[in-house]
C-alpha cells in the first residue's frame, strides 16, 4: 500500500507514472511524499524539496504552472536553507520552467542566471547541464531574443548529441529527444525572420 511506503518508495513511483504518461497518478504520488515527508519533519533533508519538485512537475505536466509556482518556490527554499548548491540549482531550474511557463520571461531571467551561477561552481553531470542550457534556450525564446535562442539551441545540441549513450542505455531510447528537440527548434528559428 502507497501509505506504508517511504517518499522516496513514492518519488519513484511518481516519476514512473509520468513516464508512463498517467498525470493524475503520479500528482497523487507527489502529493503523497510531500504530506508524508512533512508528517516526518523531513524538512532539512533531500525528501521534502524532492517530492516538492515532483508535485510541482506533476502540475505542469497537467498544464497547471500557476499552481506549480508555490511547492517550486518553497523547494528552492528548503534547498537554500540547507545550503546544498547543486540541489538549489536544479529546483531553480524547474522554477525558471514554471515562470516560462506562465510567459513571465522576464522574471524567470534571474532565477536561471542564479542557477547557472550554481552550476559552475558545482561539479555537474553532462545531461544536468545539458538541460539547464535547453532552460535557458527556452528562455531566450520566450523573450523573443532569437540571436540568444540559437546559440543556447547550438549549444544543447552539442551536450545533448554528447549524450546518445546515456539515452539508449539509461533510458533505453532508441533516438536521443535532446538532439531531436534541438534540432527542431533550430530549424524553426532559422526559418522564421529575425
Given at each position: 500500500?502507497?501509505?506504508?511506503?517511504?517518499?522516496?518508495?513514492?518519488?519513484?513511483?511518481?516519476?514512473?507514472?509520468?513516464?508512463?504518461?498517467?498525470?493524475?497518478?503520479?500528482?497523487?504520488?507527489?502529493?503523497?511524499?510531500v504530506?508524508?515527508?512533512?508528517?516526518?519533519?523531513?524538512?532539512?533533508?533531500?525528501?521534502?524539496?524532492?517530492?516538492?519538485?515532483?508535485?510541482?512537475?506533476?502540475?505542469?505536466?497537467l498544464?497547471?504552472?500557476?499552481?506549480?509556482?508555490?511547492?517550486?518556490?518553497?523547494?528552492?527554499?528548503?534547498?537554500?536553507?540547507?545550503?546544498?548548491?547543486?540541489?538549489?540549482?536544479?529546483?531553480?531550474?524547474?522554477?525558471?520552467g514554471i515562470?516560462?511557463?506562465m510567459?513571465?520571461?522576464?522574471?524567470?531571467?534571474?532565477?536561471?542566471?542564479?542557477?547557472?551561477a550554481?552550476y559552475?561552481?558545482?561539479?555537474?553531470?553532462?545531461?544536468?547541464?545539458?538541460?539547464?542550457?535547453?532552460?535557458?534556450?527556452c528562455?531566450?525564446?520566450?523573450?523573443?531574443?532569437?540571436?540568444?535562442?540559437e546559440?543556447?539551441?547550438?549549444?544543447?545540441?552539442?551536450?545533448y548529441?554528447?549524450?546518445?549513450?546515456?539515452?539508449?542505455?539509461?533510458?533505453?531510447?532508441?533516438d536521443?529527444?535532446?538532439?531531436?528537440?534541438?534540432?527542431?527548434?533550430?530549424?524553426?528559428?532559422?526559418?522564421?525572420?529575425?
Amino acid at each position: 500500500m502507497a501509505g506504508m511506503l517511504d517518499p522516496q518508495e513514492l518519488l519513484q513511483q511518481a516519476t514512473a507514472a509520468r513516464r508512463a504518461g498517467r498525470l493524475s497518478e503520479a500528482l497523487d504520488l507527489a502529493s503523497q511524499a510531500v504530506a508524508l515527508s512533512r508528517a516526518s519533519g523531513q524538512t532539512c533533508g533531500a525528501d521534502l524539496p524532492q517530492a516538492l519538485t515532483q508535485l510541482a512537475q506533476a502540475l505542469r505536466d497537467l498544464q497547471r504552472p500557476a499552481e506549480a509556482r508555490l511547492p517550486q518556490e518553497e523547494a528552492v527554499a528548503l534547498s537554500r536553507n540547507a545550503g546544498d548548491g547543486l540541489s538549489t540549482a536544479r529546483a531553480l531550474r524547474h522554477l525558471g520552467g514554471i515562470l516560462d511557463d506562465m510567459a513571465a520571461h522576464g522574471d524567470a531571467v534571474p532565477v536561471y542566471a542564479e542557477m547557472m551561477a550554481l552550476y559552475q561552481a558545482a561539479e555537474v553531470a553532462p545531461l544536468e547541464m545539458a538541460n539547464a542550457v535547453r532552460a535557458l534556450a527556452c528562455n531566450a525564446e520566450g523573450r523573443g531574443d532569437q540571436r540568444e535562442a540559437e546559440a543556447r539551441w547550438r549549444e544543447a545540441l552539442d551536450r545533448y548529441a554528447a549524450l546518445d549513450a546515456v539515452f539508449r542505455g539509461d533510458f533505453g531510447l532508441a533516438d536521443n529527444p535532446g538532439v531531436k528537440e534541438a534540432r527542431t527548434r533550430l530549424s524553426r528559428l532559422q526559418a522564421s525572420p529575425v
